[in-house]
């Protein structure tokens, strides 16, 4: 999974590698793979991005053009979890359904709907990709 725009803004702010993997409190080295599509950037980090940059998940991820500032204040898994419950209910998405589309298991599905855990960042994308759906709203109240 590579996200282009975290490059892009980097150089436009004419940041190096290091600076932004200072500020992520990362390795450069991991900063690289992230920028590169090596490895895919944990949700944690891509949150902060959206915060140094003042831009939305969205735009950093390629799913909206549009750069306008984060509305999501904190990662909470609970209101994702309770944000993702409601989409499938809206859409009549079961767990097993969800699962197949996540390549994950349900009880994977059901500790993210239950807020045990925070989502991973390939999962949030894909559930707003396939479904059209903004990470920006699956975050906030």
């Not at 500020?23 to 140094?52: A, D, V």
Request: net charge positive; with cysteine.
């Amino acid at each position: 999974m590579k996200f282009e725009k975290i490059k892009h803004l980097r150089n436009e702010n004419n940041f190096t590698q290091q600076e932004v993997a200072n500020f992520l409190n990362t390795h450069q080295s991991n900063y690289s793979k992230w920028e590169n599509g090596i490895e895919t950037i944990p949700f944690e980090k891509l949150f902060l991005l959206s915060k140094f940059y003042n831009s939305s998940l969205d735009y950093l991820t390629g799913l909206s053009t549009n750069k306008t500032i984060s509305s999501v204040k904190a990662l909470d898994k609970i209101i994702i979890g309770k944000n993702i419950k409601n989409l499938c209910r809206e859409r009549q998405i079961n767990q097993i359904k969800l699962a197949k589309v996540l390549k994950t298991s349900q009880s994977t599905v059901s500790a993210l709907q239950n807020g045990k855990v925070l989502i991973l960042t390939r999962f949030i994308y894909i559930i707003a990709k396939k479904y059209k759906y903004s990470i920006e709203l699956i975050c906030t109240k």
